[in-house]
């Protein structure tokens, strides 16, 4: 059974930094593209940055030069350094197995949430 459990979220104050994480569990992490979406109240799911297996990182325009996915592949574990956070940032995040190869950006399994609130 696949499992994704994000964490690290909380109530921060705008400008300020957070770093998300989120363990895996139940297939090969080390071979799968792992990403970080997220959905503010009353919008849609926006995608945000994700991470190749053989650690490269992909940016969408929200997250360059704010946001900075890493992994840990003996620990099976992503992260995301998120740095000037604003009130817009504020949202449910949660990290995705993303389906490779596909346009618009798929996945095939999303854990269930960390909330990130930025408000001073």
Same mark, same amino acid.
């Not at 363990?23 to 090969?28: C, D, K, N």
């Not at 490269?56 to 946001?67: K, Q, T, V």
């Not at 940032?89 to 197995?97: F, G, I, N, Q």
């Given at each position: 059974e696949?499992?994704?459990?994000?964490?690290?979220?909380?109530?921060?104050?705008?400008?300020g930094?957070r770093?998300?994480s989120?363990?895996?569990?139940?297939?090969?992490?080390?071979d799968?593209?792992?990403?970080w979406v997220r959905?503010?109240?009353g919008?849609?799911l926006?995608?945000?940055?994700?991470?190749?297996? =053989?650690g490269?990182? @992909?940016?969408?325009?929200?997250? $360059? #030069?704010?946001?900075i &996915?890493?992994r840990?592949?003996?620990?099976?574990?992503l992260?995301?350094?998120?740095?000037s956070?604003?009130p817009? =940032?504020?949202?449910? @995040?949660?990290?995705?197995?993303e $389906? #490779?190869?596909?346009? &618009?950006r798929?996945?095939?399994?999303?854990?269930?949430?960390?909330?990130?609130?930025?408000?001073?």
């Open positions: 696949v499992q994704l459990v994000e964490s690290g979220g909380g109530l921060v104050q705008p400008g930094s770093r998300l989120c363990v895996a569990s139940g297939f090969t992490f080390s799968a593209i792992m990403s959905q503010a109240p919008k849609g926006e995608w945000l940055t994700g991470i190749y297996s =053989d490269d990182p @992909y940016f969408e325009d929200s997250a $360059r #030069g704010r946001f &996915p890493s840990d592949n003996a620990k099976n574990t992260y995301l350094h998120m740095d956070l604003k817009e =940032d504020t949202a449910l @995040y949660y990290c995705v197995v $389906r #490779g190869g596909v346009w &618009p798929q996945y095939y399994y999303r854990g269930q949430g960390t909330q990130v609130t930025v408000s001073s």
